[in-house]
Structure formats: C-alpha cells, structure tokens
C-alpha cells in the first residue's frame, strides 16, 4: 500500500503539464517550496551522573513540496532531511533502502476537496492522524505533543465540514504507533475528531480519539483520547489539553496514562512569552501514581519574518530518579 499511494502522489506530479490545461489560461500554480530549519543547543543538569551531555545540533529540517494540480485537487509531500540516512528501527535488514525512506519521508498525500460541491475533503497517503490538538510554541517536546500524538502513518482520511460549528474528521490508517515491530492492518488503526473552532470567537474546543491496534498475539488496542480547548484574547492565547491512554499489556495487565497539559503565550512587539505545564499520572499494572511533573517556560525573539531565536527552560520532576532534571535550550528557527 505504502508503494501504490507513493507512486500515486509521484504520478500525479509528473503528470501536472497535461493536467493544467483543465487550469486558468492553461497554466496550473507551480511546486510551492517551504521549508523549516531548527538549531538548538542544550544545556543539561543531570543531578543523577545518568545522561546529560551538552548537544548542539539540528533539530529539525523540513522541507514542504506543494503543488495545486486542478481547484480541487492538492498534493503535499515533507521530507525531514534530518533523517537521510538514519533508516527505520522498525524495519528489517533487508529493507535498508525502504527503511531510510520511510524515516525521511514525514507526509505525503494527495487532498481532494469540494466534494460533490460540499465542503468534504478527502486525504490518501502518509500523513498525521487526526488526533490532539497540536498546540505549542515552544521548540522542546511535551509528553502530551510527542509521544502521544500520532504522525507519519498511511491511510485515508475524510473531512466533513460542519455549517457554524466546525469539523468532523475520521480516518484509518496502517500505523506501528505502539513500537511493536510490526504494522497493523490499514482498518486496525482509526481515528476520529470533532473541532467546535465556529461557536465563539477567537475560540476553539475539541474532542478526538484514536483506536491503535496491536501487533502481537497477546497484546489488545490502545486507545487514546483527548478533550482539549483554545482562547486567544488579544496578545494573549491560553490553551489546555487533557488526555488519556487506555491499554491492555501482557497477560491481561492494565496501564493507563492521563496527561494534563496548560499552556499559555503572550506577545509583546517583537517578542513572545511562553509557558507549559504538564502532569502526567501513570496507573501501571493497578498502581497509581505521580510519574513525572514538567515546568516550561521562555521567550522567542523576532529576528525577521519567519526568523525568530528563542531561549527555553525545562525543568522535569520524575518519580524515576534516572533522567535530566533541568535543561536550558537555545534556538534558532527559520522558516522560508
């Protein structure tokens, strides 16, 4: 499957000149580029002689191809350049090639939009699964943003469009989000959000889940869910999210993970204020308890349009004392 949409989406690029002629004057958009560079360079405290080893690398690398092929139809590619090379852990030795491609390879989709002349669109190829809110200013990662939400997976997505509300999404996908070694069958994983952002204002609410199935005989669906919400207020925006992970392990074991999300950001001229809090509370094997509390705060400094430097603080309580507890980033961020 992950061959045929790849194929498709090459296909429908190169066949762009004949296809055009269907466009204004015979000439279609041409391939939009974008792209996003992050540096960063942090700052550990390792309280525990565990880990914590300065670093200054490139954080990401993105590059963005897009291309209008008629009024209704879009294809987007994103390769993480950062990754050329690197391969997939999950694949296997004879599969070099395809692993490195699989890793650099973050979307690649063909959209369809206006439907039947109704606002549905519809998405085939690698892309993120629609779930969580995805909201954050800052460069370093949250618990509830990188490791719960669910990016890179093949399937098909469809869009509804909801008159003075919003949207309803749902989608199916192939995806090895529980790092099981293998891929689940493409209807073994879906997903499913409904986005409120036309009610009020300035505002928006949603409500996701996402079903991923397992790939080992004794192991059930995960199922994740996420209640979240956004208000801006002038310079001011203040965003939540609450979510939750429902599995069951091993012999009929339960795990469950909540996580609490806060954020807010505030922008004064050329700069911007941020912080997060985050809790997460871990039930593993039936014992509750506090497993780790992050604080997040710093500040993003306009250098052009698009440009900005940053500085981040992060400091980490775990109930495992074995990782960081503080770090200090420094960023650069460029997008073009």
């Known amino acids: 499957m992950k061959k045929i949409l790849a194929i498709f989406v090459m296909v429908l690029f190169a066949a762009y000149p004949a296809v ?168 073994e994983t879906y997903a499913a959000k409904i986005k409120a952002d036309k009610l009020i204002d300035n505002a928006s609410i949603e409500a996701s889940m996402i079903n991923i199935g397992a790939t080992d005989a004794e192991g059930d669906d995960e199922v994740r869910t996420s209640i979240a919400g956004k208000y801006t207020m002038g310079d001011l925006t203040i965003a939540a999210e609450q979510s939750k992970v429902d599995s069951e392990g091993f012999d009929s074991t339960h795990d469950t993970t909540s996580a609490l999300l806060l954020s807010a950001d505030y922008r004064i001229g050329n700069i911007l204020l941020k912080a997060n809090v985050e809790n997460i509370s871990d039930d593993h094997f039936g014992h509750d308890s506090p497993y780790e509390n992050v604080t997040m705060y710093g500040a993003n400094y306009d250098l052009a349009d698009g440009v900005y430097a940053t500085i981040e603080a992060k400091s980490t309580e775990f109930e495992d004392k074995t990782y960081d507890a503080d770090q200090i980033l420094l960023g650069l961020y460029a997008h073009f």
């Not at 350049?81 to 090639?97: L, N």
């Open 20 to 187: 055009s002629q269907a466009a204004k004057k015979g000439h279609g958009a041409p391939v939009e580029v974008s792209g996003v560079i992050v540096l960063q360079h942090i700052m550990s405290e390792d309280a525990f002689d565990t880990t914590g080893d300065d670093q200054t690398d490139a954080y990401k690398i993105y590059l963005n191809f897009d291309k209008q092929i008629t009024s209704g139809i879009k294809t987007h590619i994103t390769v993480n350049a950062d990754k050329f090379g690197e391969g997939d852990s999950h694949a296997d030795d004879e599969a070099d090639t395809a692993a490195t491609d699989s890793a650099a390879l973050e979307e690649a989709y063909v959209m369809f939009t206006g439907i039947g002349g109704n606002d549905i669109a519809a998405i085939f190829g690698k892309m993120e699964a629609p779930y969580g809110q995805d909201y954050s200013q800052f460069i370093s990662s949250t618990y509830t943003h990188h490791y719960l939400e669910v990016d890179k997976v093949w399937g098909a997505c469809l869009v509804f469009g909801i008159d003075n509300i919003g949207s309803l999404t749902v989608a199916t996908a192939q995806s090895d989000a529980r790092d099981r070694g293998a891929d689940t069958a493409l209807t």
